[in-house]
């Protein structure tokens, strides 16, 4: 069954510091890894696109990288800002299909505290 | 930030009303889909659309309806809402971009049956 699963489920941190939130997934044929950013009540908003031959990605403080030997995914937020509290969503998509299916994680939910 | 709209944002009403949910798009994206979201849980793809006069149902079986007239437009309906329906509701659109279709999220609709 193809899965994704993100951890930890939530964290809080004091605004400044560094954080890594965890992403692994079994979905299969693999196609790319996105990260999503969703504020309360808003949309997710995508920060990264990674592909299979791509180990790492930079959005400014955010920096992705993927093992797609161990299908695993990390996203590092440096220097923490109160507007980076949000969920972190990790998407993966598959080469399955012409939709390009998509597999959600539930998300890290990221609260920043001054 | 995306051209993707949904209207209401926030809804409240009764047991067995029927309701519309709608979502445009100015990108001229072909593929448009609707998720639902509980709170802390992950998205689930509920329709999808290919193009006009296309739709589809997705991976989580639900009792509402949509229709694809127009490019831009794609409306959710509820035909008799009960409590069981109370969720977020978020459109999407996307367009293929190199190796992967890229959604992007309107803000979403917060639905409440009573």
């Known amino acids: 069954k193809n899965q994704v699963e993100q951890s930890p489920q939530s964290l809080i941190i004091l605004e400044g510091k560094n954080c890594t939130l965890q992403?692994?997934?079994?979905?299969?044929?693999?196609?790319?890894l996105r990260w999503y950013k969703q504020d309360t009540g808003r949309g997710p908003v995508s920060l990264t696109i990674m592909t299979f031959s791509e180990n790492t990605k930079s959005n400014g403080r955010y920096t992705a990288t993927l093992d797609a030997d161990t299908k695993q995914s990390s996203l590092h937020i440096t220097a923490s800002q109160l507007s980076d509290s949000a969920s972190y969503i990790c998407?993966?998509?598959?080469?399955?299909?012409?939709?390009?299916?998509?597999?959600f994680g539930r998300g890290t939910q990221l609260t920043v505290w001054p | 930030e995306a051209d993707i709209y949904q209207t209401p944002r926030y809804l409240v009403i009764g047991t067995g009303k029927k309701i519309t949910l709608e979502c445009s798009q100015t990108?001229?994206?072909?593929?448009m889909y609707w998720y639902q979201q509980d709170p802390g849980m992950e998205l689930h793809l509920i329709h999808y659309?290919?193009?006009?006069?296309?739709?589809e149902k997705g991976d989580l079986s639900s009792e509402s309806t949509v229709s694809r007239i127009r490019t831009e437009h794609f409306p959710l309906t509820l035909e008799s809402a009960r409590p069981s329906h109370t969720s977020q509701y978020l459109c999407?659109?996307?367009?293929?971009?190199?190796?992967?279709?890229?959604?992007?999220f309107g803000p979403g609709t917060r639905l409440t049956v009573l």
């Open positions: 990108m001229g994206h072909d593929k």
């Open positions: 992403c692994n997934y079994t979905v299969s044929p693999f196609s790319n």
């Open positions: 998407v993966v998509s598959d080469r399955g299909s012409t939709l390009g299916r998509l597999y």
């Open positions: 659309s290919y193009g006009v006069n296309s739709t």
């Open positions: 999407a659109s996307s367009a293929k971009q190199g190796v992967s279709d890229e959604q992007f």
